[in-house]
């Protein structure tokens, strides 16, 4: 192993960190670790992968050695370029960068045909035509043991010309398949008689027509790492026990031999993290594509305004482990809300907005009031807003018939406007026909400029507003979980568990005309309702169009408190 370049403690609680120190402790390897992120691409990447990408990547960079990009394109069917371009994109804007270690199995086709051959040879591999079905009922179960196919001890010569011809296109896909000869009564099911290559006609965005038949997973993935000599092959625990079958693939093979390491795959509390239910998402439209905000996709995250840092932060504090668990997604929200906290604007925004008329204040008139940017980062300064006659608050902040405790506003209570002055509600205006509320009348007290009173009465509540002449209408998306359950996976149907409210769209929020010139993905804390990014420019009026990312409440504290409370 190389040098280490910097003390362990990049990576918390990381035990595979710990196999590396040991072995560098020991001299067991002189060795430069290599490592490899090796995804299908037969969807986008989520915020699992970004666990897998940020342990390989980090690795390599703590130990000075090399993360290979290596795409395993192995089934035509499902993968496509598109797929790539999204994986490759992604990784960079994490932050992470292959450098010129970017690979693809299909490189490795001629090598894996050679190698299938020699098991062949050697008489570890035969081709068998049962059926799919056949092949199923003979392996067995894990309390019985499999049985044999009839084709399993043709003669070497008939396998070989066998192979040769499934390579050559000269039968139908599903007619046979080669199959590695190991062992039928294995305790470990992986061990009865593994498929090595299937036929599979459908043309490989890489290799065209080159190949009418793919290695399977399992063949392909350990030896692609053998090939590019990966030193610690890091994968999720369902491998654990393809290991032996692994292991038995390259000391038949006999080339270089990986070290396999497992980890417990990231779960998350009211998200699925399989590429198969996302995709079927996709493509049943439940949500309007991978990059959907309310996605777990890496570009999902990005569109609703999660950064880079934020998902590294969040894969530094999950650590790796091995046994299986499921992280609240409130430590995913809390780990953006920390990033943003620090680096964003304050600026005032009103969602779904009410109109007050404050009917003691001059209808020609407008002063400038001064508002803080960011009050815990006093060198982001401040700007200035404008108050005038008409103003608009959020729907939520009035109640007609308030609860005890309510601090906003109702009829005849004071409120304090942030950065304004305090108003006073004096009348409320309900449209004819539908009797809805449409307006409500104020009394500012000219006494109150900044919102303190000089006489000292209390005012508990303080709220967020614009000036009718000071803002803009634009649309904003709020998103919610996109499943009412805490574990989607453990029902039989994602889709039963779909949360039909997941988006809300407001279309004639009012915004400070300071975020007229605001850019696609900018980032903004609107006060009290969260943090927000700007999604794309509307073609139709050039205003921008609001992401919230996240609300301000912070629920990962309270959870860490009660968990401890509770242990
Ligand atoms: P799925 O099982 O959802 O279809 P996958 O794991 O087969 O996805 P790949 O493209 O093969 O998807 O994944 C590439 C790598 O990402 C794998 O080596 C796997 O270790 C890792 N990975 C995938 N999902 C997770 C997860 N939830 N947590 C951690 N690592 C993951
Ligand atoms: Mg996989």
């Known amino acids: 192993m190389g040098n280490k370049s910097e003390l362990p403690n990049q ?8 196999i590396i120190e040991n072995q560098i402790n020991s001299n067991e390897s002189d060795q430069k670790l290599v490592t490899r992120f090796p995804p299908e691409p037969n969807g986008y990447l989520h915020i699992g992968h970004a666990k897998s990408i940020s342990i390989n990547f980090e690795l390599a960079k703590i130990y000075e050695g090399k993360c290979h990009l290596r795409f395993d394109d192995t089934n035509p069917t499902k993968e496509s370029p598109h797929f790539i371009e999204s994986i490759k994109k992604d990784i960079k804007w994490l932050g992470w960068d292959w450098g010129s270690n970017l690979f693809y199995a299909s490189d490795y086709f001629q090598q894996l045909f050679e190698y299938a051959t020699k098991l062949t040879l050697d008489g570890k591999a035969y081709v068998d035509e049962s059926s799919q079905e056949q092949i199923r009922e003979l392996r067995g179960t894990l309390n019985s ?14 396998n070989i010309s066998l192979l040769n011809r499934m390579k050559n ?44 038949i793919y290695p399977t997973y399992d063949f392909a993935h350990g030896q692609s790492d053998s090939i590019e000599k990966i030193t610690h092959s890091i994968c999720t625990m369902e491998f654990e026990d393809h290991r032996p079958l692994y292991n038995w693939l390259i000391e038949n093979i006999n080339i270089h ?28 439209k439940h949500v309007q594509g991978w990059d959907d905000p309310r996605m777990p996709t890496i570009s999902g995250l990005r569109k609703r305004g999660y950064t880079a840092e934020s998902i590294k932060n969040f894969c530094n504090k999950i650590g790796v482990a091995k046994r299986q668990n499921t992280v609240e997604i409130q430590l995913l929200e809390h780990c953006v809300r920390e990033d943003l906290n620090k680096n964003c604007k304050r600026i005032m925004g ?50 007609e018939n308030p609860p005890k405790k309510y601090f906003r506003l109702s009829p ?45 009465r209390k005012i508990k509540g303080t709220i967020h507003w614009v000036s009718s002449a000071n803002s803009f209408t634009t649309q904003v998306n709020l998103f919610h979980n996109l499943f009412t359950v805490e574990k989607p996976d453990e029902h039989d149907s ?33 006060e009290r309702l969260g943090y927000f990014c700007v999604d794309q420019i509307n073609p139709n009026n050039n205003l921008p169009i609001f992401n919230r990312t996240v609300t301000l409440r912070d629920s990962w504290n309270k959870i860490q408190k009660s968990n401890k409370s509770s242990s």
């Not at 896909?173 to 599979?200: C, T, W």
Request: proline share 6%.
């Open 11 to 18: 990576i918390s609680n990381n035990f595979i960190q710990e």
């Open 145 to 158: 043991p499999g049985l044999e196919s009839k084709y399993r001890n043709r003669p070497i010569s008939e």
């Open 169 to 212: 296109g000269d039968f139908e896909e599903g007619a046979m398949v080669l199959r590695a000869k190991i062992d039928m009564k294995s305790g470990n099911i992986n061990l009865r008689d593994p498929v090595l290559y299937r036929i599979i006609k459908t043309p490989h965005f890489k290799t065209g027509t080159q190949w009418k």
């Open 257 to 284: 031999h990986p070290q396999q390491i497992e980890f417990a795959r990231l779960n998350l509390s009211y998200t699925v993290l399989s590429k198969r239910k996302l995709s079927e998402l996709v493509e049943n």
């Open 350 to 399: 009103v969602i779904n907005p009410l109109k007050v008329v404050i009917t003691n204040y001059p209808e020609n008139k407008s002063e400038k009031l001064e508002a803080i940017n960011n009050p815990e980062q006093p060198e982001m300064g401040s700007r200035q807003i404008e108050f005038s006659r008409e103003i608009y608050i959020d729907s939520d902040d009035f109640m």
């Open 412 to 456: 005849g209570k004071e409120v304090r406007l942030r950065y304004g002055y305090i108003i006073k509600c004096t009348n409320v205006i309900r449209d004819k026909i539908s009797n809805k509320i449409i307006q409500i009348e104020c009394e500012y007290d000219p006494q109150t400029k900044g919102g303190y009173a000089p006489d000292g």
């Open 494 to 526: 994602i889709t039963e568990v779909l949360n039909p409210n997941s988006i809300e769209v407001f279309s004639e929020a009012k915004i400070e005309n300071h975020l007229l010139q605001a850019k696609p993905d900018e980032k903004f804390q609107f």
